[in-house]
């Protein structure tokens, strides 16, 4: 949980985790306890989202397995939930016409994120959830593409990817024209033994690159709507480690989101005159039992030049 359930002092994890083992924490996770949370929905812009559907799963770790709390938000966006609930699962789903929708799940009982019991009501009571429903704005016919447990083609050499196509360029693949390449290592040995497998992505073309964004988890549309043309787009090299030296696996990132600026052109100034968009949203690689390792690879592109459109149908 993020505002009314972020434990911030080691006195209050040392409160919480101390509840785990009390007769109170026990009774409440086995029999439930009353918890309470006004829940606060706003757009991306921070304004109050009033007449939102909101829909909330109450759970309990006894038949009925829970039920259901429904209602609208008000001229506040603000929307209260009041009940009995073991703890472990409290699922809030939010909707409105012209949104995506937004899900979310709390819990006061699970690892990591145990609370106090007081009274018969799980601590805080009455704190407020922030909740994002992002608007529908421009969505287009964008391309998508992935490389979805894919055989890398080749090891230790650079491969064009052609996001337009969906694929790695000639002779590799389809692809015509490339947005950026892409290099796989690997030591060769199986997925238990190997400690080595990872994979880059770099982009050779002038003007050409990525900037970082975070994704909102909550929201069926994660990502950004838009590029931006004014952001340098520093990074030149996206590295992803399969399996280190350790043995350790690095699973996809799905926080961040890489945004890219390719196919550049020029002016006789040597000023960028236009410029292609998209973003890769998944970046993976591991070993495998195959003779090649596999990749994962996904992301969106917008092939009309100097539209900065990111939002897909």
């Known amino acids: 949980m993020k505002v009314c359930f972020t434990v911030l002092s080691l006195f209050a ?51 009925p397995k829970g039920y259901w709390i429904e209602g609208l938000t008000d001229e506040s966006g603000h929307f209260s939930i009041r009940g009995k609930t073991c703890g472990d699962e409290i699922n809030l789903f939010v909707s409105k016409e012209g949104y995506y929708d ?10 990591g994120e145990e609370h106090e019991v007081k009274d018969g009501k ?14 529908k704005r421009h969505p287009a016919s964008l391309r998508q593409f992935a490389f979805t447990h894919r055989p890398a083609p080749a090891t230790n050499v650079w491969i064009g990817v052609d996001m337009e196509v969906g694929d790695f360029v000639k002779p590799y693949g389809t692809g015509i024209e490339s947005d950026f390449e892409l290099n796989v290592e690997w030591d060769g ?18 003007m050409s690159g990525a900037y970082y964004v975070n994704c909102i988890q909550e929201s069926d549309y994660k990502y950004v709507y838009e590029a931006v043309k004014e952001t340098p787009y520093h ?75 990111l939002e897909a149908k």
């Open 13 to 63: 994890s040392s409160v919480a985790m101390a509840s785990r083992t009390s007769s109170d924490f026990n009774r409440a996770v086995l029999k439930g306890a009353d918890a309470s949370i006004t829940l606060s929905v706003v757009n991306d812009d921070g304004v109050a989202v009033s007449n939102a559907n909101v829909r909330v799963f109450m759970g309990m770790n006894f038949k």
């Open 102 to 111: 937004s899900h979310r799940k709390l819990c006061y009982s699970l690892m």
């Open 122 to 135: 799980w601590m805080p009571y009455g704190g407020i959830e922030l909740m994002r429903l992002r608007e």
């Open 189 to 206: 040995l199986p997925p238990p033994d190997s400690r080595h497998c990872m994979a880059s992505l770099r982009f050779s073309g002038k």
């Open 235 to 309: 990074e030149k090299v996206l590295k992803t480690v399969g399996r280190d030296s350790s043995g350790y696996v690095k699973h996809p990132d799905n926080v961040r989101l890489a945004v890219v600026r390719c196919r550049c052109t020029m002016d006789d100034d040597g000023k960028m005159k236009s410029a292609c968009y998209g973003y890769i949203k998944a970046f993976y690689v591991d070993a495998s039992w195959d003779g090649m390792p596999t990749l994962l690879l996904s992301g969106l592109f917008n092939p009309t030049p100097n539209d900065t459109n």
